[in-house]
C-alpha cells in the first residue's frame, strides 16, 4: 500500500501555530509532525504503530465498499433484517421503541447508540415533542444535541409512525447503522479514527462553539486538538465556548481542507497522547520491578 504524505507535515505545522502554538496542548509541533511523517514507533503494544494519518486516508478511500462489507456481515444482517420487520410490522410508536433491536439500531445510525440500554428514557425523549422547549428531547440536547435532531427527524409525537416506516427512512437508518460499525471496527487498530471520519463528514454542520459543545463527538475531537483538559466541562457555558473560540474559527469548519488537516490533528494528538501514557506506564513498572529487587 502506497499513501503520500507530501505536504501533511507542513499542513500540521502551520495548523498549529494557526490554532495558537504549544502552549497548553500536551502534544508539541515536531511530535505530530513526526507522526504525520511515519516515524513513530510504538512504547509498548498497548499502542497502535500503525500511522493514524495514512489510516485515515485508506478508510476515506475504501468507505463506500468497506460499508458495504460491514452490512453484509451475518450479525449486522440479522440485526437490519430484524430491524426492517418490526418497523414495517408497527402498530404504534410505543411498541416500535420498546423493541431493543430496532431502539439499538435507531440510536446507533443516529449518533445515540451509547443510551440504547435506556429504554424508557429513549422513549420518552423521541416521542417528545421538538416544538415544545420543555420537551425532554429539548432538555437533552444541552448535554447531547442528536435527541432533538433525531426527534425532529422522525417527528414520532406528531406523524407517528408515517415518516419511519418510509423505505427510504428504512434504508438511511440501516446503512446509517452499518456504517457506524464500520467506523468503530477502525479504531481497534486506530484509536480515534471513528471521530475523524466523523468530524470529516459532518463538520460543515456546525457553525457556533454551543453547537460543538452539544455533540459529544465533536466536542471530543475539538477539545483533544485543541489541547483542552476535560474538566473544562464543569466549568460555565461561556467559559466553554471561550476555550473553544480561543483556539478555533469555528467558520474554517465550513473549508474541506482545514477539517481535514483538523482530522490529522486529532489522530496525531490522540496517537501521540496514547504513546506517551503507555511510556509512563513502562517506566513505573520498571521503577516498581527495581524497587522489589531492592527490598529482596
Do not use: C, H
Not at 429504554?119 to 420518552?124: E, N, R
Not at 416521542?127 to 444535541?145: C, I, K
Not at 477539545?223 to 457555558?237: D, F, V
Request: hydrophobic share 40%; net charge positive.
Amino acid at each position: 500500500m502506497s499513501v503520500s504524505l507530501a505536504g501533511l507535515s507542513t499542513n500540521l505545522s502551520t495548523l498549529f501555530s494557526a490554532l495558537g502554538g504549544s502552549g497548553g496542548n500536551a502534544t508539541s509541533a515536531s511530535s505530530l509532525i513526526s507522526i504525520a511523517q511515519g516515524n513513530v514507533t510504538a512504547a509498548t503494544s498497548g499502542a497502535s504503530s500503525e500511522n493514524p494519518i495514512v489510516a485515515l486516508q485508506v478508510a476515506q478511500r475504501n468507505q463506500t465498499q468497506d460499508i458495504k462489507a460491514e452490512s453484509l456481515q451475518p450479525a449486522v444482517q440479522r440485526q437490519i433484517a430484524a430491524f426492517t420487520k418490526a418497523v414495517n410490522s408497527a402498530t404504534s410508536v410505543k411498541q416500535l421503541l420498546a423493541n431493543p433491536t430496532v431502539l439499538n439500531v435507531l440510536l446507533t445510525a443516529n449518533g445515540l447508540g451509547s443510551e440504547a440500554g435506556f429504554t424508557a428514557l429513549a422513549q420518552k425523549a423521541l416521542m417528545s415533542n421538538p416544538s415544545d422547549p420543555n420537551s425532554l428531547a429539548n432538555q437533552l440536547s444541552g448535554t447531547n444535541s442528536q435527541w432533538l435532531s433525531t426527534a425532529k427527524t422522525y417527528q414520532f409525537a406528531t406523524k407517528g409512525l408515517a415518516i419511519i416506516q418510509q423505505p427510504s427512512a428504512i434504508s438511511t437508518i440501516t446503512n446509517g447503522y452499518a456504517e457506524v460499525l464500520w467506523r468503530q471496527s477502525l479504531d481497534a487498530q486506530t484509536p480515534g479514527l471513528s471521530n475523524a471520519l466523523y468530524l470529516i463528514q459532518n463538520a460543515k454542520n456546525f457553525t457556533s462553539a454551543v453547537q460543538i459543545l452539544g455533540d459529544s463527538v465533536m466536542r471530543s475531537v475539538v477539545t483533544t486538538a485543541l489541547g483542552i483538559p476535560k474538566q473544562i466541562a464543569y466549568q460555565p457555558l461561556s467559559a466553554q465556548e471561550q476555550a473553544i473560540t480561543n483556539g478555533l474559527n469555528v467558520s474554517d469548519l465550513q473549508k474541506p481542507q482545514f477539517v481535514q488537516t483538523f482530522a490529522d490533528r486529532y489522530l496525531a494528538v490522540v496517537q501521540s497522547t496514547a504513546q506517551s501514557s503507555a511510556s509512563s506506564s513502562n517506566n513505573l513498572a520498571a521503577l516498581a520491578v527495581k524497587a522489589q529487587g531492592l527490598v529482596a
